[in-house]
């Protein structure tokens, strides 16, 4: 099992809700207002963007010290 493998978590220091965002950001290193703003889009074109972001809050684990991608 490869323990350098990219793991998606909440993050706990970029954060406005839950973090969600912030932790895709950091998985996909790109800024975590694209992200958010990619949400919004999806929310106002038919809300899967609630949905989706629902399902990534319960998922995902909250990033400890030893996993955050970027600082």
Known sequence: ?????????????????????GGIANYLNVDA???????????VCGGFG?????IVWIAAPEDTPGTMQRQ
């Open 33 to 43: 207002t694209v992200i958010r703003i990619l949400f919004l889009f999806a929310l």
């Open 1 to 21: 099992m490869d323990n350098n493998a990219r793991k998606l978590t909440r993050s706990t220091t970029d954060r406005r809700i839950a973090g969600v965002c």
């Open 50 to 54: 609630v949905w989706a972001y629902l």
